[in-house]
């Protein structure tokens, strides 16, 4: 167990819809990632947050929103959903007091199914 | 720009036979961190190990090493007396100073047939 929480586990939605992912980043860490991955693009990095604030950004949709609340814990939104973004949603989190080199810890993730 | 290459699509071997798994990195840091994680059938990524690009001494941690060869760009990981337990998908990563964000090789299914 990483200490890292995501949910929910599973999710199927139908195109078109909205949903939003959630994350708890172990004790201790600031920083929060969000990452992408499907069978055919592997493990794509999202978004990145530090202490509230977006610190880096991966190949993140215009569709696709975060933000990392005062208790440190993140919300992933996704909208307008396609056949395409089903997937599995992983948070990962760290103390990221190196500059972004620190250990990452994963989630167990969401799996998202859209239908 | 970083790149990580794990040429690797797809590996079987037969329990308890030693495997490697290979990955090569590209940056122009001098300062980066290598890293290993495996993702077993269940979903979750788990961490292996942290690497220094100032460390460049092998570590060895029960039946799993590691090979960092900063002259060749890579940093190997074997799996000794292989068991159907290690059946995973395994991920190589790359963190430099530039760029601050994680960026991960495309992964080797290791299965283990017993």
């Known amino acids: 167990d990483s200490g890292v929480t995501q949910t929910p586990k599973h999710l199927i939605t139908a195109t078109g819809q909205r949903v939003t992912l959630r994350c708890s980043p172990r004790?201790?860490?600031?920083?929060v990632y969000w990452y992408q991955q499907s069978l055919d693009q592997g493990l794509q990095f999202l978004i990145q947050y530090y202490n509230g604030e977006e610190r880096a950004k991966g190949n993140i949709l215009e569709r696709f929103s975060a933000q990392q609340f005062p208790d440190l814990h993140s919300e992933l939104n996704l909208s307008s959903l396609e056949l395409g973004d089903s997937a599995l949603y992983f948070c990962a989190s760290s103390v990221d007091l190196a500059g972004g080199t620190d250990t990452q810890y994963f989630g167990p993730g969401t799996r998202l199914t859209v239908l | 720009a970083q790149k990580v290459t794990q040429a690797q699509t797809e590996i079987s071997v037969v329990e308890k036979e030693d495997v490697t798994l290979d990955c090569v990195y590209e940056t122009r840091d001098t300062t980066y961190y290598l890293f290993w994680y495996k993702q077993p059938p269940s979903g979750e990524l788990v961490f292996l190990i942290r690497?220094?690009?100032?460390?460049?001494q092998n570590e060895i941690s029960g039946r799993y090493s590691w090979n960092f060869q900063k002259s060749t760009s890579s940093f190997n990981f074997t799996i000794t007396a292989s068991q159907v337990v290690d059946s995973a998908v395994y991920f190589c990563?790359?963190?430099?100073?530039?760029?601050?964000?994680?960026?991960f090789g495309t992964g080797t299914s290791l299965t283990v047939i017993p």
């Open positions: 690497r220094n690009s100032f460390d460049e």
């Open positions: 990563a790359l963190s430099a100073n530039t760029g601050n964000q994680f960026y």
């Open positions: 004790s201790g860490d600031l920083s």
